[in-house]
């Protein structure tokens, strides 16, 4: 087996999986100066972590199920992320109608006491009671509700910003490599990894599991030991609809099985509906939206919504599973959402897994600390001091304005819209300007591919950010794959490979 060319012959930590849990670890402890390899076997965030809400929220029905330390945390972390990443994390006005058979407006009303109280909270506002008039996109029979504050995230562009931040602190990521198997040598892991290249080996003083919905599996058919915890896998599924309604804000409706169904602004043109809840017991590569799905997030909808759906206005769809630690729960939408990280280690001398239970993408940072904290004791000298809670991700950095920024770049690259400096805005933030370098007008930024992805654009991401099949482009480092021209796709994907050949070769 070939051992990985490397100036380190042992990485201080191993992970599995490019998922936010997983690369969120990875970034923490790369700034601490610890030496860390991470893989992941398709693409960055192509699993769970770009199937979410995208929302980074306290999580108001959590409070029912009174996980007040995961909601408190939550809370607090709003205006964290808010601040280090304010282009891909915005806040959010979310509107809750209230109908009278549903929690009584007394409960609510004490939910969002407690929402506004228990986490730091200096940019968002608080919560108020709201009164719907003719003009509401709700039905009629809707005339009250609240309103309170959250943010919307891009998930995937999450993932994607903390592996850059990682790697530009030191650490080693490769994506599209799945580690086969890992085993306990000399106090050391020896960890197989495999990619189109072949197999090769590295050597890690400890291994971190957040192989998301593989967590178990990974323990048991990979490394041969048993997992402490078990995992419930709740597929959660969206819908996308052209957009209901004008508003700028959320809406947040109480379905009477004691559901809650965001319908969230999406894209300018759109409407994300979601989520369901269920359990799911397939490969979690394959979960994909069920049709009783689409029609229960379509009626809840219509019973809201002035503006009726039928099947034919669904746009897209996507699905996630939540990889949760198994609390016995009857109920799906019960089972804990906090995270549990466990140390496997039998004896002292044995080379320690740290292996992620469930988790939010909202709690990311507070889980990698968390995580930091439990292998402190094995770099005791090597291990520097807690970081993540000032510095900005990639593109964070000096944002005085989104808008301002975005007229920036129009003064900057002649001929580029408005909509496109919007979008780049959007997701590179002030790193802008590293994929904007030596580009003047917008003849310079080559063949455009459709939707005003060009082929500069698409060089960047491949050299800065992982790229590799359209999809990642599509669909994770943009949403363009929304409105992308379906015979385009191939020509995208012809052009990443001949790239990404060279690439290789040189
Ligand atoms: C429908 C839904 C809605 C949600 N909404 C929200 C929300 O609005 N806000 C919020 O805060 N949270 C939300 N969550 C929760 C959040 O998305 C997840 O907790 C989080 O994304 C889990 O991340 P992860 O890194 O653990 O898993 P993943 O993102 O699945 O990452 C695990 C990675 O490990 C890789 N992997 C596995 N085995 C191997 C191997 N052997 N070798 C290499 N790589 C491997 C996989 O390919 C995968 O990419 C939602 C979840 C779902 C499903």
Known sequence: MKQ???????????????????????????????????????????HTSSASSKLIHGGLRYLEHKEFRLVREALAEREVLLAKAPHIIKPMRFIMPHRPHLRPAWLIRTGLFFYDHLGKRKKLSGSNNVFFKEDSPLQPAITRGFEYSDCTVDDARLVVLNAMQAREKGAQIMTQTRCVSAKREDGLWVINLENTHGQFQIKAKVLVNAAGPWVSQFIREDVQIISPYGIRLIQGS???????????????????????????????????????????????????????????????????????LQ?????????????????????????????????IQDQADQAPMLAVFGGKLTTYRKLAESAMKQLRPFFKDKMQASWTAKEALPGGENITSIEQLISEVQEKCVGVSECLATRWVNAYGSRVWTMLAHIRKVEDLGYDFGEGLYSHEVDYLIEHEWARHSADILWRRSKLGLSFPADKVAELDHYLSEKIVALDAA
């Open 4 to 46: 990985f060319q490397s100036s380190q012959s042992v990485f201080d930590l191993f992970v599995v999986g490019g998922g936010i849990n997983g690369v969120g670890i990875a970034n923490d402890a790369a700034g601490r100066g610890l030496s860390v390899f991470l893989c992941e076997k398709d693409d960055l965030a192509s």
């Open 238 to 308: 969206h819908i996308i609809v052209p957009k209901l309604h004008d508003l700028d804000k959320s809406f947040i409706m109480q379905n009477d099985d004691g559901r809650i169904v965001f319908a969230i602004p999406y894209l300018d043109k759109f409407t994300m509906i979601g989520t369901t809840d269920r359990e799911y017991e397939g490969d979690p590569a394959k979960v994909a939206i069920t049709e009783e799905e689409i029609a229960y997030l379509i009626k809840i909808s219509n019973e809201h919504f002035k503006a009726q």
């Open 311 to 343: 099947r034919e206005d669904v746009v897209s769809t996507f699905a996630g599973v939540r990889p949760l630690c198994d609390d016995e729960s009857d109920n799906p939408a019960a089972i804990t959402r906090d995270y549990t990280l466990s140390l």
